[in-house]
């Protein structure tokens, strides 16, 4: 059974700082992972997918990488800002669009 | 980009009432859907994979005569909880599938709250 994890499960940062999130999963056997915020009772804003074939995504401030063989993924976000603010979360699609999803990581940006 | 909606947004009920939450794909159509479930401060855990035009596949653990879907049409998919009890109340997301124009992608809604007195 896949499982996700994600650590750590909340940080709090100073505006300006560059940071990593970490996302772990038990079965490397997937087809692609995505990256995903949240805001408080809000749904989810899709922030990048890398193909299992991949090695990275970029998009602005964000970079997300995949090493399938060792099960990992990071969210490296540059120069935080208050707005950064909110929930992370990483989902390995196990095949068909079924999502299993991780923990998340709780992320807060202070002015 | 793709929208899914949700309807209603939160819900308040009482203790053994069935409520019911719609999922819309509102620009494209989605022969499958899915429904989570998220506990506070707790991940999206899958509840059931809804296909349109036939019975839904329910995870592990999810009671399928609880949790009732249907899938009547490729835009609509629907969750209904019944005999709601307080252990239920949870923020549910539904997401739909887009497979057209080259991409298999999903599409998350925003969401409904239930809380059941």
């Known amino acids: 059974k896949q499982e996700v994890t994600q650590i750590p499960a909340a940080l709090s940062v100073p505006e300006g700082e560059n940071l990593v999130l970490n996302c772990s999963f038990t079965?490397?056997?997937?087809?692609?992972l995505q990256w995903f915020r949240q805001d408080p009772g809000k749904g989810l804003t899709s922030l990048l997918l890398i193909q299992s074939s991949q090695r990275e995504q970029t998009s602005g401030r964000l970079n997300a990488s995949l090493d399938k063989s060792s099960g990992r993924s990071t969210l490296y976000i540059a120069a935080s800002q208050p707005g950064d603010s909110a929930t992370y979360l990483c989902?390995?699609?196990?095949?068909?669009?079924?999502?299993?999803f991780g923990t998340g990581t709780r992320l807060l940006v202070s002015p | 980009g793709a929208v899914v909606s949700q309807h209603p947004s939160w819900v308040i009920c009482k203790s053994g009432t069935s409520v019911k939450i719609e999922c819309r794909s509102l620009?494209?159509?989605?022969?499958?859907m899915f429904w989570y479930r998220q506990f506070p401060k707790q991940s999206l855990m899958l509840m059931a994979t809804?296909?349109?035009?036939?019975?839904?596949?329910?995870e592990q653990g999810v009671e399928k005569d609880k949790f009732l879907i249907n899938h009547a049409s490729l835009t609509l998919s629907t969750l209904t909880v019944t005999s709601a009890h307080p252990e239920d109340s949870s923020f549910y997301i539904c997401?739909?599938?887009?497979?057209?124009?080259?991409?298999?992608?999903?599409?998350f809604g925003p969401g409904t709250r239930l809380t059941v007195l």
């Open positions: 997401s739909a599938r887009r497979t057209e124009v080259s991409t298999d992608t999903q599409y």
């Open positions: 809804s296909n349109e035009g036939s019975k839904a596949t329910y």
């Open positions: 989902a390995v699609n196990t095949g068909f669009q079924k999502l299993v």
């Open positions: 620009d494209f159509q989605a022969t499958t």
């Open positions: 079965d490397s056997a997937i087809y692609n």
